[in-house]
């Protein structure tokens, strides 16, 4: 590419390695050379010596060597360094010459073949004229050689060839061509390159040796030559550390030279080399430092060396390819492993580099004045075709004086050098250091300063015309400006932007960045702004805009016809801005009036649209969108209608929708989904901005945080409204729909608590404070959800007064129709409820209608609803005890089969409401009645709170029941309701199931008949039944005990039996002797029989006391006669 | 004495600059952007370097052919930034100090301006002029 | 901890800033609530009468100063002890009416307005205005009725802040103190 | 400016003020509690400013909390925090057993309900400070008996 005028030599870069030429091979036809050659190419890693092969015909010519000059009496030097020079060390002048010659010690023809090697040596010397070179030779062998000493043949004949080729013993060699090839062409390299140092020493010594012959007047263009080649020989050497020593110097030792317009290149480009060296070595000897140090000195030292002020653009490229030389020996000596970091790397010295190309590419405007036409003869072209020295002027090749010698050449050279120049792509050389730097920053974590170089990359692009990428990168980097808020530079960038639309006639981008160019996030000046609107304008009309200032002529031309095409070409003239990542001219808030409204109530919405630029702006259309699309229809708002729209700059402007929501949509939320406004027409150009969900830019959201701590008084005095000061308005996205408050009320009449599994009455009044008809009243009415899960297993609804629901029935009864219900009127209505289970519950009476309103002169009819709950609790309505006693209302806590107990029922009211029993009775299991057919004692009794109804029940076991276990007895039901409760309504029926009793069998029963009375010295006869219930005869031994109270006739101790299943009687006379309540006699009984039952067991059966009444006035004989 | 000098708030945007007028202020909006980097990094490197001594201010960031940037950072994240001609050598590192501290003192005044909406760009006369005093007097 | 800073000496310092800001707190908030400067400037003297009526007490009971003899020992003793105890600056008395009724209180530097700048839409704003309505507080929890108001302030451009304070009666003993 | 008596009746003052003007529509005083609080938080931004000029860069957020509880609460309320525990997942609480705002009002049950008002302030003036150093938090203040008080600090990770 151009400029490569500028660039480094490739020799002054690569690292000089020692040269040495193998001759004598024929790598061509002879395999084994070609074998000997591979080894000595392939490979060279580190490990191996820093040598350079080459292979030469034996007779090849070296560079001839110049006469040794005796004095430097009159010699003037042309320049400082030859341009052959370099390359003339490392690839022309070998260090040693090496000569490969097949020859066994024990070769047949030994003494031609000794001689023949002989001359070949010679030819070899004598094309090396006078050069120091060395001359080794290598005998390539087919034996493997016996251990020194052993073969006496090999070392005679040995000591006879070297004095043949006159050649020391050290120049010698072996190669056996055997299987350890690589091994010995190892060793043998080695030796060679012990040849090549002691070879470069002696240069060293000889450059060295000239110093004496120099003086400080005519010569200081030879003290910088010798340093630098001494350092260079010292690196072939690789003897870096001298080298770096020796560059050193010759580095001071031309900033020594007198410098003058003429020289000034020479001089520079000889610094830059060795410069260029030091900083490698430095950089090689992992020292970066010094290198950095070194590199600063240097420009520092030659920043101002400008030289020829017609060619001051020369300047400018040799400073910035000075940088890019050291950004890449940085970046190298990273790639070999030094660690760079954010503020000391490559990518400072490669932007420093584009810097200095913009600097060449302006000076380069300034200077190469175009028309004129390239000289002729060529004054840049030599008869050599290059320059003898490095930094010199090809139509004065040698000339050090300080004025030029003939001032015609100097011009037209001058003029060619800048015509030349006149055709450098200076745009591309810039990108490419600004990629490179960008590529470095990147690297080291400098995002700011990477958009940055982008952003000089992209302007770079502008002016090569490239708009597309210009764009692109300006694009690219832009958001990130717009996100930190640098207005000024963000500005910039847009405007910059803004020409590359223009240029390409890209409309969309061109709208867009006018659009932000316009806004708040914009610092351009009042008339900047007003043209732009004009522009803008122009193009919503579909015209086409004036050029951007400062757009290259040219290409606005271009521009032009570019604009008029498209403006032609219809359609596809409707674009969409998402305002989200921009920050337009245009602001738009959204909020709702409230965050709920009824659904009878309009919906009202309120967007505020400002906008910022200079001129009064006017849009076409205004339109929200919901989140239900069927409403958007209410909120657009168009020019076509009364609605102004125009924008007054900085004037906050409010458009106020408002709608009626759809019944459905009760419980619902609306949600502002997003806002487009619509500026130009549709016979022109129309864009739409559309602002997501409330509206809010890219920078809104700030802007909101910062109004909200500030401390600015929001618009003062009545002069607005406070809302209209733009940073006050807060939005609002969304609302709830919330149903009409109903216009009715809803009683509930009855007497709590509930009483178990009764039908508990709750009369439900709806009245209506509509002014027109609640249509279909529904009620929902039960067991109010989400309470206790076995609440809903326990708890039962029904509209039947008349039957008691079962377990079926729902524990909820949904939407029970109530018909209409006219303005003013009342519904009633009467709901049971049946609660299984005791506790407190709560009831939900859910009354819902649609009623007929108007809304904004809109007929709606909306479904209202009021809920009422009220807990009641649910008691037990009574208690019921059970207790067996015997006949003798003796508590019994064992009952003998086949003999008759009483059942005694007390049934206590725990309602705080009368209670009425209906009736009562028993559901015997096993027992049986006494009494033929038994019936409630307790039928339509009324019981009060706490009062007690008991029934009494004489029951028997019958016999033959398996005696001495349990029997279950049977239920006890009582059927009642509340008194206060409907006489045709339901009886309630409570069943208790009575408790198991004990059985016993008593082998004899026996018991007495006797009146329920005696009477003073009256007889009264008791007889006495003594039943066997045994299957076996029954001894019984019966004693009476006298007692005070009785006489008695009767036998007073008799032993008797009895038949199984039979009965005895015995009849007694007693004759009570005293008056009032007298135990009777005692009678015993013994059963000899079964010892096992007790006899106290039967005492149980006998009557224990009888009541005496006194005598009577006048005496009965006839009772004592009857005795 | 400074050629550039800038503000700059916690979320990185500028709250004042203010540069020599003779030269392209753009310029020096764009050297102060990019100094931030540097700015991040020595902040988010707190703690981790071996011997941090958690100073305020960071020294200079980075150097350019012709300007050197130096930079100090708030405990309230307040980034301030100072530009001087890199051929001005005679400046001494304590004397940019004493320039920071000036600008924190002045800044913290502004802070506590009960009328100052912290966030806001500064506009205050009284900063204005302790700024002016640091400045190149130009023209 | 890493930072034992010597806090404690310029903590006096701090809670006097505490109060300035809180002070610029308040006034900022009057002038969001209110309409125009007037109606702050109202409130701050109200508000200000509010703390002169309490801070009296807690004067008297620190300062071991007896009853003044007349106005101009009053006017020592405001700009002597009670400036000095409570905003740590020592006004100076100037500018005496000829009838000895009337003196200015001249302030190089006001505490309470440290840091501010008023913005151009306040140019009527009296911020410091809370230090009249303490003065006139304070002077009638001790029989006197004085009419205190700002004649210059640096805050408006003057060269310094003067407090002009006229004494207008002594209040009888048994009447209440005015509203509040 | 020995003591803290201006700043006392000035605080009250404020209280005073707010909730007087909070009356009628907003008269719920949660409205004048976060006034209060937001001129808490302006004052805590200024204070904490000043206050960190001299001190070297904060570590972390636990660094900027002690000095909070020492450095700022003693130029503020005269005393340390008493008591600062953190849960180590954004909670903090702040104890100070004998609150500076809280002594002058006598103990007692009939004030605990006054005693939102009277920590408001303070609350923004924590949140405020905390804010300027880059902690974005939720400050809430309890107190059960007077005049200690508790002061919850929740961050706001971003």
């Known amino acids: 590419m151009a400029g490569s005028q500028w660039d480094l030599p490739p020799e002054l870069c690569c690292r000089p390695m020692a040269f040495v030429a193998l001759t004598g091979l024929d790598v061509v ?796 009127g009342t519904l009633e209505k009467c709901i049971y409820f049946r609660c299984g289970s005791t506790g407190p519950r709560v009831f939900l009476f859910h009354v819902a209608y649609s009623v007929e309103t108007a809304v904004e002169g809109r007929q709606i009819i909306c479904k209202c609803h009021k809920d009422e709950t009220v807990t009641i609790d649910t008691l037990v309505p009574f208690d019921v005890s059970v207790k067996f006693v015997s006949t003798k209302f003796e508590p019994l806590d064992r009952v003998a089969v086949d003999i008759p107990f009483l059942l005694l029922t007390d049934v206590v009211s725990s309602s705080p409401w009368p209670l009425l029993l209906a009736s009562s009775s028993l559901q015997l299991l096993t027992l049986t009645s006494n009494t033929p057919q038994l019936q409630s004692q307790l039928q339509e009794v009324v019981l009060q709170t706490a009062e007690c109804a008991t029934e009494c029940f004489c029951l028997r076991c019958p016999p033959g029941t398996n005696d001495n276990n349990t029997v279950a007895t049977g239920q006890y039901l009582i059927s009642w309701r509340r008194q206060s409760s409907n006489p045709d309504g339901p009886l309630i029926q409570t069943t208790v199931t009575l408790p198991h009793i004990i059985l016993e069998s008593v082998p004899v029963y026996i018991y007495a008949d006797l009146p329920s009375f005696g009477r003073v010295r009256e007889s009264l006869p008791v007889r006495y039944h003594i039943e066997n219930r045994t299957s076996l005869v029954q001894e019984v031994e019966m004693a009476v005990e006298p007692s005070d109270a009785f006489m008695f006739s009767g036998l007073k101790q008799v032993r008797l039996r009895i038949l199984p299943g039979t009965e005895q009687q015995m009849l007694y006379n007693y004759y009570p002797l005293m008056a009032g309540y007298q135990t009777l006699p005692q009678l015993n009984i013994n059963l000899p029989r079964c010892q096992s039952s007790n006899t106290q067991a039967l005492k149980r059966f006998l009557p224990q006391r009888i009541f005496v009444k006194p005598q009577g006035r006048q005496p009965e004989d006839a009772s004592i006669a009857a005795a | 004495m400074a050629v550039c000098i800038a503000v700059i708030a916690k979320e990185n945007y500028p709250l004042y600059i203010r540069s020599v007028a003779t030269q392209n202020e753009l310029k020096f909006h764009y050297t102060v952007h990019t100094s931030l980097d540097v700015v991040e990094e020595k902040i988010s490197s707190v703690g981790k370097a071996l011997g941090d001594q958690r100073e305020l201010y960071l020294g200079l960031l980075y150097p350019t052919e012709d300007y050197k940037v130096y930079g100090y950072v708030t405990n309230s994240k307040v980034k301030f930034v100072i530009v001087v001609d890199s051929s001005n050598t005679s400046l001494r590192d304590n004397e940019i100090r004493s320039m920071f501290r000036k600008l924190h003192n002045s800044f913290t005044d502004v802070m506590c301006n009960p009328f100052y909406n912290p966030g806001d760009p500064i506009q205050s006369k009284a900063f204005n002029g302790v700024v002016s005093g640091m400045m190149v007097q130009t023209g | 901890m890493s930072r034992q800073s010597n806090r404690t000496t310029d903590s006096k310092k701090m809670n006097s800033e505490l109060f300035t800001l809180t002070y610029g707190a308040l006034v900022t908030q009057l002038c969001k609530d209110y309409e125009n400067d007037e109606e702050v400037n109202k409130q701050l003297d109200k508000m200000g009468y509010n703390i002169g009526v309490r801070l009296i007490e807690d004067f008297l009971a620190r300062s071991s100063v007896g009853r003044c003899q007349d106005f101009r020992e009053t006017a020592d003793v405001i700009a002597k002890v009670a400036f000095k105890m409570y905003l740590g600056v020592t006004p100076s008395v100037t500018n005496w009416s000829p009838a000895g009724d009337e003196f200015s209180l001249i302030l190089e530097n006001n505490p309470l307005a440290d840091f501010v700048e008023l913005p151009d839409n306040h140019s009527t704003l009296v911020y410091s205005n809370l230090l009249c309505g303490a003065l006139r507080g304070a002077l009638e929890m001790v029989q006197m009725a004085v009419d205190v108001k700002f004649a210059q302030d640096t805050l408006r451009g003057d060269g310094v802040t003067e407090i002009r304070m006229k004494f207008i009666k002594r209040i009888e003993e048994n009447l209440p103190a005015g509203d509040e | 400016m020995a003591h803290e008596a201006p700043f006392q009746l000035l605080h009250s003052e404020l209280i005073h003020y707010i909730c007087k003007t909070a009356d009628g529509a907003d008269s719920e005083n949660g409205r004048s509690v976060t006034k209060l609080e937001n001129m808490g938080f302006r004052v805590g931004q200024g204070l904490i400013e000043r206050l960190t000029k001299d001190t070297a860069r904060f570590k972390d957020e636990l660094d900027v909390m002690k000095f909070i509880c020492k450095d700022f609460w003693t130029c503020v309320f005269k005393k340390q925090i008493d008591n600062l525990r953190t849960n180590h997942q954004g909670i903090y609480v702040l104890q100070d057993n004998k609150f500076l705002l809280l002594c002058h009002m006598s103990a007692g049950k009939q004030y605990l309900e006054h005693a939102p008002k009277y920590l408001a302030f303070t609350c923004g003036l924590v949140r405020g400070a905390l804010s300027n150093m880059g902690v974005k938090s939720i400050v809430t203040a309890e107190v059960s008996v007077m005049p200690a008080c508790k002061f919850q600090v929740m961050i706001q990770k971003l």
């Open chain 1, 29 to 824: 036809y002879n395999a084994v050379h070609r074998a000997i050659w591979d080894a000595f190419c392939a490979n060279r890693r580190a490990d191996r010596v820093p040598i350079s092969f080459k292979v030469l015909a034996g007779d090849h010519e070296y560079p001839k060597c110049r006469t040794k000059r005796t004095s430097y009496e009159w010699y003037i030097p042309k320049g400082i360094l030859k341009t052959g020079w370099m390359n003339k060390h490392l690839n022309l002048v070998p260090a040693l010459v090496v000569l490969f010659y097949e020859l066994d010690w024990d070769d047949p023809q030994w003494k031609e073949k000794q001689s023949e090697c002989a001359t070949k040596v010679e030819i070899v010397r004598t094309s090396l004229q006078g050069r120091n070179a060395k001359v080794a030779v290598v005998l390539i062998q087919k034996k493997t050689p016996l251990p020194p000493g052993e073969d006496l043949v090999a070392s005679e004949r040995a000591q006879a060839l070297c004095t043949a080729c006159d050649l020391s013993g050290k120049s010698l060699f072996v190669l056996p061509h055997t299987d350890h090839l690589v091994g010995y062409i190892i060793r043998l390299e080695n030796a060679f390159y012990e040849h090549a140092q002691t070879y470069y020493y002696t240069e060293i010594r000889r450059v060295k040796s000239h110093k004496e012959f120099l003086n400080k007047t005519t010569h200081q263009l030879l003290f910088v030559r010798h340093q630098f080649k001494i350092a260079f020989f010292s690196e072939l050497k690789q003897d870096t550390q001298n080298a770096l020593k020796y560059y050193r110097t010759a580095y001071s030792l031309v900033h020594e030279l007198r410098a003058h317009e003429t020289n000034m290149l020479e001089i520079k480009t000889m610094a830059g080399f060795i410069n260029y060296k030091i900083c490698r070595l430095c950089f090689q000897h992992n020292t970066p430092l010094d290198a950095i140090a070194q590199f600063r000195k240097h420009m520092d030292q030659c920043k101002k060396k400008i030289g020829c002020a017609e060619l001051a653009f020369e300047h400018s490229a040799w400073m910035s390819k000075q940088f890019q030389s050291f950004g890449e020996l940085f970046d190298e000596a990273i790639k070999l492993g030094l660690t760079a970091i954010q503020t000391q790397n490559p990518g400072f010295y490669y932007q420093q580099a584009a810097c200095y190309t913009q600097d060449r590419k302006q000076l380069a405007h300034q200077l190469c004045q175009a028309g004129a036409s390239y000289p002729s003869p060529d004054p840049l072209d030599t008869q050599s075709g290059g320059l003898d020295f490095y930094g010199q002027r090809p139509w004065r090749q040698g000339h050090q004086s300080i004025d030029p010698q003939d001032a015609e050449k100097e011009k037209v050279g001058i003029l060619a050098l800048q015509i030349k120049e006149r055709d450098v792509p200076h745009s591309e050389l810039i990108i490419a250091l600004l990629g490179n730097a960008v590529a470095q920053f990147k690297k080291y974590k400098c995002p700011r300063m990477k958009s940055h170089l982008m952003v000089q990359m992209g302007e770079e692009y502008y002016h090569a015309k490239d708009y597309t990428k210009a764009f692109k990168l300006l694009d690219y980097v832009m958001c990130d400006y717009r996100t930190e808020r640098w207005c000024a530079l963000l500005t910039d960038i847009l405007s910059t932007a803004l020409r590359c639309a223009y240029l390409m006639a890209s409309v969309k981008d061109y709208i867009l960045y006018c659009m932000e160019l316009l806004g708040r996030a914009s610092d351009l000046k009042e008339e900047q702004k007003s043209r732009i609107e004009k522009n803008l304008l122009k193009v919503l009309m579909n015209d086409v805009p004036e050029p951007e200032p400062d757009c290259d002529p040219s290409s606005v031309g271009a521009a032009r016809s570019l604009w008029t095409d498209r403006m032609a070409l219809a359609g596809s003239n409707e674009m969409t801005i998402e305002v989200q990542d921009y920050i337009p001219f245009i602001q738009c808030k959204a909020k709702f009036q409230s965050p709920s409204f009824h659904v009878d109530q309009p919906i009202q919405l309120q967007v505020f649209v400002r906008a910022d630029c200079p001129h009064p702006v006017s849009f076409n259309k205004l339109s929200v969108s919901l989140s239900n699309q069927e409403y958007n229809q209410w909120c657009v708002a168009e020019s076509s209608g009364q609605e102004d729209m125009t924008l007054l700059p900085g004037k906050p402007k409010r458009y106020r929708f408002s709608f009626v929501a759809k019944t459905e949509d009760v419980g619902k939320k609306i949600e502002i989904t997003g806002i487009e406004l619509m500026m130009g027409s549709d016979n022109g150009r129309c864009v739409f901005l559309s602002w997501r969900g409330a509206g809010g830019d890219a920078a809104s959201a700030h802007e909101a945080l910062q109004s909200s701590r500030s401390s600015r008084r929001w618009a003062r005095g009545n002069e607005a409204h406070p809302e209209l000061d733009w940073d006050g308005i807060t939005l609002q996205n969304s609302t709830m729909i919330i149903s009409r408050v109903p216009k009715i009320s809803v009683v509930l009449s009855h007497q709590p608590p509930i009483l178990t599994n009764e039908m508990y009455c709750i009369r439900l009044a709806v009245q209506s404070q509509e002014d027109a008809v609640a249509r279909d009243v529904q009620l929902t009415t039960g067991l109010k959800p989400g309470q206790d899960a076995n609440l809903s297993q326990t708890t039962h609804v029904t509209l039947d007064a008349f039957k008691v629901c079962d377990d079926s029935a729902a524990s909820l009864l949904p939407d029970v129709p109530l018909g209409d219900l006219q303005p003013g």
